[in-house]
């Protein structure tokens, strides 16, 4: 999905946010914000929000030095959706349909989300999710590629999100790969969050080989590519990857809540709507 005109304000709004977390120097931020203007102008129009997020951040992380500030506020959603993951699990035992309650917590947990919105309520927003209809339900498609997939990529979002995403792991029975982003990027899954959640007991975790706030094939590592392009179900969660994978056109199941107009409209559904669906074929 290229970049709306209406993504350029919401990347200076994350600048400011972002660099008041790093500094209370207003002369350094003004610098930051004068860099970032300076460049997205020599990124080609048609960008995806991933691409433009990646030169954003990586200004931010150059100009101030801090490579990760999120780092507390992931390790905080986690322990809180660790502290959930009992009655969820509970959630999970007692429906009559295991596999489509673990979606919808797994969409629940899309809610995590520093950079398209940062005011949640996790345990609100899970109530509601539940009892929430689709706004696209590919459902009976899922399953019917889930029963016949030897091969599952998990494409991760974010941090604190990984719980939810092991819940819904575990309803698979099959064996998974769970994939990462290759350094922090705003409050986005790395290694290092996938194993604080425990994904490394019903996964294997491994990196896309790209920093984006999504996934860039261009940029990602052969390694990745290649488990990619043999995988018999893609399972990509959350806006950034729907941003970088949208119009690739592989078996891609998109999982998450939306929560911003922009990608209300690309897709043509109501803001604050749920989807799980399946990639349009080129």
Not at 27 to 50: C, D, M, Q, Y
Not at 158 to 165: K, M, S
Not at 233 to 251: C, D, F, H, T, V
Not at 273 to 278: A, M, V, W
Request: glycine share 6%; aromatic share 8%; charged share 30%.
């Amino acid at each position: 999905m290229r970049a709306y005109l209406d993504c350029y304000p919401c990347f200076f709004t994350q600048i400011l946010k972002t660099s008041r977390m790093i500094t209370s120097d207003e002369r350094k931020i003004w610098n930051i914000l004068n860099e970032v203007s300076l460049t997205i102008p020599k990124i080609p129009f048609g960008a995806t929000p991933p691409e433009i997020g990646q030169e954003v951040y990586r200004i931010i992380s150059k100009m101030t030095g801090v490579k990760d500030p999120y780092k507390k506020i992931k390790e905080e959603c986690t322990r809180q959706a660790l502290s959930l993951y009992p009655e969820m699990k509970k959630l999970i035992n007692s429906s009559e349909d295991r596999l489509m309650t673990s979606i919808k917590l797994s969409i629940a947990g899309n809610v995590i989300d520093f950079g398209a919105q940062a005011d949640f309520d996790l345990e609100r927003d899970i109530e509601k999710i539940l009892s929430q209809d689709f706004g696209i339900n590919h459902y009976q498609e899922f399953c019917e590629v889930l029963d016949r997939a030897g091969k599952i990529l998990y494409i991760a979002d974010n941090a604190g999100e990984t719980v939810f995403d092991r819940l819904l792991i575990e309803e698979f029975h099959k064996s998974v790969i769970y994939v990462v982003r290759e350094r922090p990027i705003i409050n986005d899954a790395t290694r290092e969050d996938a194993l604080l959640s425990g994904i490394n007991e019903v996964a294997e975790i491994m990196s896309s080989g790209c920093d984006a706030p999504g996934t860039i094939l261009k940029f990602c590592s052969e390694d990745f590519l290649r488990v990619y392009r043999s995988s018999d179900l893609i399972i990509s969660k959350g806006q950034g990857n729907y941003e970088g994978l949208s119009e690739e056109g592989r078996p891609v199941f998109f999982l998450l809540k939306v929560k911003c107009p922009v990608i209300a409209r690309d897709i043509g559904i109501e803001e604050g709507s749920i989807i799980l669906t399946k990639a349009k074929k080129r």
